[in-house]
């Protein structure tokens, strides 16, 4: 099985910070990776997919980047709605898995 | 718009069995792979298992092969998972999701405890 390792697993940051998340995979995964946020007691949602491709809707201070084997996550400039819990996940090949999770807080 | 409902889940007792289920609309669902995703409680996301639209291609995570069975009712838009021998570890909030290797749409959970 892929595992996939996210750092850090929680943040604490301001609103107009810049941020970064990295999820790294234990082999070679090439783009086949998605991150989601996830809000408390809410379900998740597709942020990016193949790694740096923007889903329909979400601002475009989200962006994602990396292949291989290491990926980030990079929100420009933080609004008070994306302080969640952000999660990396393999798309290359089952059983599909998710990273342990990147807790987002305000400072 | 899509919309995924998920039932089913409470209380059981460790050894026991429970059957969940999604019904889903808003899409057509026959032409999905859907998906079973839990989180057991402060902790991340666990892919469960997956049958393909038609349904020939069904998948596990090695820890319930062999105890949770996935199936799905295209005529009633809506797919099951049955848990047989549950065990404590099993306690998680259960997620419907759809698509293959990229759940592009969740339910709102359902959950299920372990104890005794």
Redesign the interface.
């Known amino acids: ?1 892929i595992q996939m390792t996210q750092s850090p697993s929680s943040l604490s940051a301001s609103v107009g910070d810049r941020v970064n998340i990295t999820c790294r995979a234990s082999q070679s995964i090439s783009r ?1 990776l ?1 991150w ?1 946020q ?1 809000k408390a007691g ?5 942020l990016i ?1 193949a790694a740096s491709s923007l ?1 329909t809707g979400v601002p475009s201070r989200f962006s994602g980047s990396g292949s291989g084997t290491d990926f980030t996550l990079t929100i420009s400039s933080l609004e008070p709605e994306d302080f969640a819990t952000y ?1 990396c ?1 393999q ?1 290359y090949n ?8 990147t807790k987002l807080e305000i400072k | 718009e899509v919309h995924l409902v998920e039932s089913g889940g409470r209380l059981v007792k460790p050894g026991g069995s429970l059957r969940l289920s999604c019904t889903a609309s808003g899409f057509t669902f026959s032409s999905y792979t859907m ?1 079973w995703v839990r989180q057991a409680p402060g ?5 469960v298992s ?1 049958i393909s639209s038609s349904p020939s291609n069904i ?1 596990y ?2 820890s319930v092969k062999g105890r949770f069975t996935i199936s799905r009712d295209n005529a009633k838009n809506s797919v099951y998972l049955q848990m047989d021998s549950l065990r404590d570890e099993d306690t998680a909030v259960y ?1 419907c999701a759809k698509g293959g ?4 749409s ?4 359902t959950l299920v405890t372990v104890s005794s």
Not at chain 1, 42 to 46: E, F, N
Not at chain 2, 106 to 109: D, I, K, L, M, Y
């Open positions: 099985d086949y998605i989601y996830q809410k379900a998740p949602k597709v997919y889903q999660h996940q798309s089952t059983p599909w898995t998710f990273g342990q999770g | 998906n902790k991340g996301l666990e892919w997956s998948y995570v090695a997620f290797a990229e759940f592009d969740w339910g709102q959970g």
